[in-house]
């Protein structure tokens, strides 16, 4: 069984699971770059689950929402593997609010790959396989969503993990700021700080964050600027 470190070549597929009703709801299966967080700019596979509970006012795949197909894990897996690389990142929607995600995420895990998962932050991540690099998103007060954090998820974050705030105003930035230094965030793991495409320039955010040293990462979302948020890129 290759490691994570294995080439796209070597990576290989379990045994077919086989539960009949081990599967998920697909939005789109595709490559990729990655267009953020600590793995952008690698090649890609994008596994974008169906389904959010929640309603960001910055969010850009609205259309994640509904619809989707039906897929078998096994499916999932065999679709993956045919793009040849190495790094995956199971996104959403929010992913984790399907349970089988959890199986997904080990299944790709076993496989060798490179995972990587966009949450929410307002679902439990204790159980997600700590292989996979979690990249939960604290909604800050401009998202419309800032009640939904789960902040008993902050305990389960190891260093392979990562924290995003997408900051909509300086305001926001101000209380990103006050929760990284409340929870000393830095010391449990990277931390992400993006401009909203919609509400701030990246300059802004940039100035702001060298102007206070703020033990944070600044970051664009390279899709946006390749791409301009067109679904399947």
Not at 21 to 27: C, G, P, S
Not at 133 to 144: E, Q
Not at 172 to 188: F, K, N, P
Request: hydrophobic letters at 40%; one cysteine or more.
């Amino acid at each position: 069984m290759p490691t994570a470190s294995a080439p796209a070549s070597d990576i290989a597929i379990l045994p077919p699971a086989p539960a009949a009703h081990d599967r998920l709801r697909i939005t789109e299966i595709f490559l990729s770059l990655q267009g953020e967080a600590r793995h952008a700019g690698w090649p890609t596979v994008f596994v974008r689950l169906t389904g959010c509970p929640l309603r960001c006012g910055y969010c850009d795949t609205a259309y994640a929402f509904h619809g989707g197909d039906w897929r078998d894990i096994d499916a999932i897996l065999a679709e993956v593997a045919a793009h040849g690389v190495r790094h995956v990142c199971v996104t959403g929607g929010e992913p984790l609010a399907q349970k089988r995600c959890i199986g997904l995420l080990q299944r790709l895990c076993d496989a060798g790959y490179a995972v990587s998962l966009e949450t929410s932050g307002a679902i439990d991540i204790a159980h997600v396989d700590t292989r996979v690099s979690r990249v939960v998103d604290i909604k800050t007060p401009g998202s419309n969503e800032v009640s939904r954090n789960r902040w008993d998820n902050l305990a389960h974050l190891t260093p392979h993990d990562q924290i995003k705030f997408v900051i909509c105003s300086r305001e926001d930035y101000d209380w990103s700021v006050g929760v990284l230094r409340e929870h000393a965030l830095d010391a449990r793991c990277e931390v992400l700080f993006s401009p909203s495409h919609k509400d701030i320039t990246p300059r802004q955010l940039a100035d702001w964050i060298v102007a206070d040293r703020l033990p944070v990462r600044f970051q664009m979302q390279l899709h946006k600027l390749l791409w301009n948020d067109a679904p399947g890129h």
